[in-house]
């Protein structure tokens, strides 16, 4: 919804389903980093643009936006948003209008992410905020600039937005009149609902119906993107995780192949962190693989075995954002962690409340008193911000990363700032690469597997391209009769 109702300031290219996605203008249509100071940026905002109840996009409205999301005494904050939004900028210390379409932001340090974090910051209208009163109500009737316009909610059923026919992008006006968006966290009942005409396009169908929905007659579209599902271990202190021996066994017991079987192939084994075709892959020493021998041999070395196995207890949801099928491929490896001298447990919730969980540390009261050491929850790996610094940062343990598990390494560190203020994308990439290798050689997660992203169309819905990225982008999509 926020995609498709907003936009950022930069934005990413999903036009194409061969090559990376790439940062594009948005709603700036240039930007640079000061030379003589590095911690300044200057935005150039895209003129003539209109939020949806008609008032104008300006510098106002970035500065103002800002607001919503960093300084708690301005009238417009809201905790939930800046949740969402202000771990993905957190270098940003202030947005100073220059003039009335441009704006300069400031970083605490020079920071060549920036470009990257303003993507995932969104613009809503200050005037419909102004109008309705209070951000419950705006959530009734939001008012971004984006392709799509909201029509109607009903809270847990369905969202109904029609097309934009006044988008600033002509090319990305949507082909379609209208379209509605159906929560339905089980996989069989999308499929059912596929099948029988009641939707047109289901995201994650079970692999096991996917033979039934080609014979039926239905596009199954998948690709590669910057995604991973792992387990990240807590590293609070007196977890079983800190050993890396543990770690490096869990890894060498789970049958990464055997999950690709189970998801019907809807998938790509991990090998690391990032997948072997990223520019930060590097050549990690450490090789993942099924080896429960040796994963046994690792475990008894520290005093566990059959009968006396080392109890972890780890946190996942039933369904949720880019989960893939989380259950079945947890019991996968758990039964095969079960073989490695581990007991694992689960703690099953619904995808908000493990996403309410990660926001707070391994440390925090929520976590530690229900004995979970462990956390599964799909990971966006687009930029290096989100793959690197907000889950292995030590800086960034919750509220100002997603570093749940409180990982703490000073050569981490230290890469992370080297990468951080290098402007040259070819250097900046090969320190990430050197960063990768030492994550994957401390064996820092538990990796299992990257997703595809499997969708299963109706066969007369065309113009989607399933970009090699999270987000996608609904406004080519439409129905032919």
Request: with cysteine; charged share 20%; net charge negative.
């Amino acid at each position: 919804m926020g995609l498709m109702l907003y936009d950022s300031l930069v934005e990413w290219d999903l036009s194409s389903a061969d090559k990376p996605s790439t940062l594009i203008p948005g709603l700036a249509t240039e930007w640079s980093v000061d030379p003589d100071d590095k911690t300044k940026w200057t935005f150039k905002l895209r003129q003539g643009v209109k939020f949806h109840d008609g008032s104008e996009f300006t510098a106002d409205a970035v500065v103002w936006n800002f607001d919503k999301v960093k300084d708690p005494d301005s009238p417009q904050y809201d905790p939930r948003q800046a949740g969402l939004a202000a771990a993905r900028i957190p270098s940003i210390v202030a947005v100073n209008k220059i003039d009335d379409y441009t704006v300069q932001i400031v970083t605490d340090v020079p920071n060549a992410f920036v470009p990257y974090q303003v993507s995932y910051w969104m613009m809503s209208s200050p005037a419909q905020f102004e109008k309705v009163g209070d951000w419950e109500a705006f959530a009734q009737a939001p008012s971004g600039t984006g392709p799509w316009k909201f029509v109607s909610m009903q809270p847990r059923k369905q969202v109904t937005m029609a097309r934009n026919p006044d988008y600033w992008d002509p090319d990305r006006v949507p082909a379609s009149d209208q379209v509605q968006l159906i929560p339905t966290p089980e996989a069989s009942s999308r499929t059912s609902a596929l099948l029988s005409g009641q939707v047109d396009w289901i995201e994650a169908p079970s692999p096991d119906a996917i033979p039934q929905l080609e014979g039926a007659g239905m596009q199954i579209v998948t690709n590669s993107y910057p995604h991973n599902w792992a387990i990240a271990p807590s590293r609070a202190a007196g977890s079983p995780w800190n050993e890396i021996d543990v770690r490096k066994a869990a890894n060498l017991c789970i049958d990464r192949q055997g999950i690709d079987q189970l998801l019907g192939g809807m998938s790509i084994p991990a090998e690391g962190h990032v997948t072997p075709d990223s520019p930060w892959f590097g050549q990690p020493t450490f090789k993942l693989g099924y080896e429960p021998d040796d994963a046994r041999s690792l475990m008894e070395q520290h005093g566990y075995t059959q009968d006396a196995p080392l109890h972890v207890k780890i946190a996942i949801s039933t369904s949720g954002s880019g989960q893939m099928q989380p259950l079945p491929m947890f019991q996968y490896i758990q039964s095969t962690l079960n073989q490695c001298h581990f007991d694992v447990e689960a703690e099953v919730m619904e995808w908000n409340a493990l996403l309410a969980l990660a926001r707070q540390s391994a440390e925090a009261p929520d976590s530690v008193d229900k004995g979970i050491n462990g956390i599964i929850i799909s990971r966006s790996l687009m930029d290096p911000y989100s793959a690197f610094t907000r889950l292995f940062d030590s800086h960034r343990v919750p509220p100002n990363g997603s570093n749940w598990g409180m990982v703490s390494n000073p050569e981490y560190d230290k890469l992370l700032k080297a990468a951080r203020e290098e402007f040259d994308p070819d250097k900046q990439d090969k320190i990430l690469s050197e960063l990768h290798e030492k994550v994957v050689d401390n064996a820092e997660w538990i990796w299992v597997t990257h997703d595809v992203n499997p969708r299963a169309l109706a066969p007369n819905l065309k113009g989607f391209v399933q970009a090699k990225n999270w987000f996608q982008d609904l406004t080519p999509v439409h129905l032919e009769e």
